[in-house]
């Protein structure tokens, strides 16, 4: 995001360097708004599920994919890794305003966009889904939701406090705190009597400590791909004890059908990457991995 930022301010000195050595599996369009960056990620299984790490595979397990990265006038920007199926050779990927090419060394183009890779690739982890996602491909044009209106630019739950509407994300934010430590929860804007359904749900959520379970029920996951990953050397294996004594939430966002993200501050466990839990719209945990 800082190089195609930089872009903006007249310096494509270092986003032409990247291109020069990751073409042509790399890929920014004319305006410099998006690129795109064909990738191998590390492929790791507990108890039979298979998950996908934002991290470059350590041995024969990977899946392919690529990184999107946007920016926005406002300043904004935004990251996302969708998969690509691991039956397939990549030749080149090419991209002219949102339209994205992807070419084969079987001599395949499938023409696509960024938010119909996003919505039949992001979030794919078996090799069947991916399989699938990838088989339906076929460049469908997508409107822009309409933007529920904002009807005030503040809210109130009870058990925390008052958020206020930041426009450039469209979401309600404020600084809280969780067993001695600051965080961030954000709430998206949606329709009036959804966003009155969801602040009720998020107050009631909180005030369970809905997120105590659920870092509870991501620790097996997490404490065993580092121990199996990510330690260092001489590094002893870390302990259920001392897991829960260095992970702290540093942010929670509820989305507009009641699903949520708890992000997670690692402690330098996993070298700064944080830790992002996914949570269903029933607030159960759903899974876990890291990010950026």
């Given at each position: ?208 400590k809905f997120y105590k379970k659920i870092l509870l029920e991501m620790e097996d996951k ?71």
């Amino acid at each position: 995001m800082e190089l195609l930022k930089n872009v903006r301010n007249g310096n494509e000195d270092e986003i032409n360097e990247l291109l020069k050595i990751y073409s042509p599996l790399a890929a920014v369009n004319e305006n410099f708004s998006v690129f795109l960056l064909f990738r191998h990620f590390q492929v790791e299984y507990w108890n039979d599920e298979r998950s996908v790490l934002n991290c470059h595979p350590k041995d024969e397990n990977f899946q392919y994919g690529i990184t999107i990265v946007k920016t926005f006038e406002d300043g904004g920007g935004s990251q996302h890794n969708v998969y690509l199926p691991n039956n397939l050779s990549y030749k080149k990927l090419k991209i002219q305003g949102n339209e994205i090419e992807i070419i084969t060394n079987q001599d395949k183009a499938v023409k696509t966009n960024v938010k119909e890779l996003r919505l039949k690739l992001w979030m794919k982890f078996t090799e069947k889904d991916i399989e699938n996602g990838y088989k339906n491909l076929c460049n469908e044009q997508y409107e822009n939701p309409k933007k529920p209106e904002v009807k005030s630019t503040t809210i109130k739950i009870s058990s925390l406090g008052e958020l206020i509407y930041n426009e450039m994300f469209e979401w309600y934010e404020g600084n809280f705190e969780i067993e001695n430590h600051n965080f961030e929860l954000s709430i998206r804007n949606t329709e009036p009597e959804k966003l009155k359904h969801l602040i009720s749900f998020v107050d009631k959520q909180m005030k369970s400590k809905f997120y105590k379970k659920i870092l509870l029920e991501m620790e097996d996951k997490m404490i065993e791909l580092k121990n199996d990953v990510w330690l260092g050397e001489e590094e002893p294996p870390i302990t259920s004890e001392d897991f829960q004594k260095r992970i702290s939430i540093n942010s929670i966002t509820f989305n507009d059908d009641c699903t949520s993200s708890i992000y997670c501050d690692d402690d330098d466990i996993f070298w700064g990457h944080s830790i992002e839990i996914y949570v269903d719209k029933n607030g159960k945990y759903k899974d876990a991995n890291l990010a950026g």
